[in-house]
T-cell receptor, first 113, second 109 residues
Framework: DAGVTQSPTHLIKTRGQQVTLRCSPKSGHDTVSWYQQALGQGPQFIFQYYEEEERQRGNFPDRFSGHQFPNYSSELNVNALLLGDSALYLC????????????FGSGTRLTVV | GEDVEQSLFLSVREGDSSVINCTYTDSSSTYLYWYKQEPGAGLQLLTYIFSNMDMKQDQRLTVLLNKKDKHLSLRIADTQTGDSAIYFCAKGGYQKVTFGTGTKLQVIP
């Protein structure tokens, strides 16, 4: 049973460019949350998708947007990249209305130069 | 807003017990979690406790919750070198989970 799959694993982009990160949730999960983890920090909540809609959002600018597809997979898009967007982006999947924790992917390491 | 704080570093000898501590600000009823992150990897859920419980034990792991002091701890018995990692305390529920800054556990052989 595959866990959470994220692609790509590493990415280098230039300031001002746009990037799309992808996530396939664990089999049986229907909810996807995205987190940003800067070096040496804890993960920061970006947003959560359920039933193809953004259910909750953290303190991130509108440059960060997402999408969830009917098969529950999800994309995170970041426009107008800044150097400060360099981080590990983590996707976590769960069951709607379940409080029993997330299953995380291994993340996408984004470097903005 | 929600704040979850942890000490940055803990060093223990192999075979000893480790105790990792966490404090939080929001006292609303919710779930509290412990996650483990190894180098280059995502986070792995270790255990969780609901805020109406005081303690939960799961094999080598014991979670203690002091609601009055808003203090959560994770005790790892018989710590092994494979336990070396960063441990995150987290608080929330199904809609949003807030993580602490993480405690790096170093196990000395």
């Amino acid at each position: 049973d595959a866990g959470v799959t994220q692609s790509p694993t590493h990415l280098i982009k230039t300031r001002g460019q746009q990037v799309t990160l992808r996530c396939s949730p664990k089999s049986g999960h229907d909810t996807v949350s995205w987190y940003q983890q800067a070096l040496g920090q804890g993960p920061q909540f970006i947003f959560q998708y359920y039933e193809e809609e953004e259910r909750q959002r953290g303190n991130f600018p509108d440059r960060f947007s997402g999408h969830q597809f009917p098969n529950y997979s999800s994309e995170l898009n970041v426009n107008a990249l800044l150097l400060g967007d360099s981080a590990l982006y983590l996707c976590a999947s769960s069951l709607a209305l379940s409080n029993y924790g997330y299953t995380f992917g291994s993340g996408t390491r984004l470097t903005v130069v | 807003g929600e704040d979850v704080e942890q000490s940055l570093f803990l060093s223990v000898r192999e075979g000893d017990s480790s105790v990792i501590n966490c404090t939080y600000t929001d006292s609303s009823s919710t779930y509290l979690y412990w996650y483990k992150q190894e180098p280059g990897a995502g986070l792995q859920l270790l255990t969780y406790i609901f805020s109406n419980m005081d303690m939960k034990q799961d094999q080598r792991l014991t979670v203690l919750l002091n609601k009055k002091d808003k203090h959560l701890s994770l005790r790892i018995a018989d710590t092994q070198t494979g336990d070396s990692a960063i441990y995150f305390c987290a608080k929330g529920g199904y809609q949003k989970v807030t993580f602490g800054t993480g405690t790096k556990l170093q196990v000395i052989p």
